[in-house]
């Protein structure tokens, strides 16, 4: 997985967004990482499959819906 900083991802927006198409992007601040940055369709991949796994009884992590 590749990572940027924080001030690398805003001065080069365009360049992470190339990036996370292809995998997802960690993004640090002071070293640490703080979010991934990922494409449509593998937050979609994740997200179909922690449905799944709930709908099973599995336990998860899951992933955090927009309203969390």
Do not use: C, W
Not at 28 to 36: A, I, M
Request: negative net charge.
């Amino acid at each position: 997985m590749k990572s940027l900083s924080a001030r690398e991802a805003k001065n080069e927006f365009g360049r992470l967004i190339d990036l996370a198409r292809a995998e997802p992007v960690t993004i640090e601040k002071h070293g640490r990482p703080v979010v991934v940055v990922m494409s449509v369709e593998e937050y979609e991949r994740l997200t179909v499959a922690d449905s799944a796994r709930q709908a099973h009884g599995e336990p998860g992590k899951g992933v955090a819906s927009e309203s969390d």
